[in-house]
């Protein structure tokens, strides 16, 4: 059974900074992509930040220069460090993981979401 543990998330003011993290746990192979999306209420979901197992990311345009995502392959795990924080960050925050099994059929893999709240 794969799980994806996020923390991190929490109440802050704008400026401020957090640190999500995802740990991928169980049978999991042949990770391609570790990802964090956010959906604030009544918007569309959304890729924040991404990065392949190669170290290649890709950025929302609003959060350039503010976020920054890092993955620790030996640990499954991938984090998204989120400084200068505005209210539009608010959202729920879920982390992604893209993976292909042994036939190249690829599965994805969710978090239950962490919430990220900035207002002042």
């Known amino acids: 059974q794969v799980q994806l543990v996020e923390s991190g998330g929490g109440l802050v003011q704008p400026g401020e900074s957090l640190r999500l993290s995802c740990a991928a746990s169980?049978?999991?192979?042949?990770?391609?992509?570790m990802g964090w999306y956010r959906q604030a209420p009544g918007k569309q979901r959304e890729l924040v930040a991404g990065?392949?197992?190669?170290?290649?990311?890709n950025y929302l345009d609003s959060v350039k220069g503010r976020f920054t995502i890092s993955r620790d392959n030996a640990k499954n795990t991938v984090y998204l460090q989120m400084s200068s924080l505005k209210p539009e960050d608010t959202a729920v925050y879920r982390c992604?993981?893209?993976?292909?099994?042994?036939?190249?059929?690829?599965?994805?893999?969710w978090g239950q979401g962490t919430q990220v709240t900035v207002s002042s």
């Open positions: 169980g049978s999991i192979f042949n990770i391609y992509f």
């Open positions: 990065v392949t197992i190669r170290g290649s990311t």
């Open positions: 992604n993981v893209k993976c292909l099994d042994y036939v190249n059929k690829p599965y994805d893999y």
